[in-house]
């Protein structure tokens, strides 16, 4: 597991795990699916990612560091394809921003 800088780096999520029973299998399977990508739990990264779902569960994510510019992050979004999405890395922006691609 990643504990990435908040820093205003870039990332496309792939992918998030929420259900405790299955956090384990669902990271395995989509870090396998996307290699090189790494994962992080979001409660102990960056306040820029939402830290809980609505139930209080954590949130696993599988990412890749995109860049510093908003077209960096969608080139990685769009290479990605599927449900991913952008985000920064930082303290500052608020969780339920996503970056728009």
Request: proline share 4%; net charge negative.
């Amino acid at each position: 597991m990643s504990v990435p800088r908040c820093d205003g780096t870039g990332i496309a999520v792939l992918y998030s795990a929420t259900n405790p029973a299955t956090y384990a299998q669902e990271i395995a399977s989509q870090l396998a699916s996307n290699v090189g990508s790494l994962y992080l739990r979001t409660d102990n990264a960056c306040a820029s990612l939402r830290q809980q779902t609505a139930d209080g569960n954590a949130i696993y994510a599988v990412y890749r560091t995109a860049g510093s510019t908003e077209q960096s992050v969608c080139a990685a979004v769009d290479a990605a394809g599927g449900a991913s999405y952008g985000k920064w890395l930082d303290s500052t922006t608020d969780p339920s921003y996503i970056i728009p691609c």
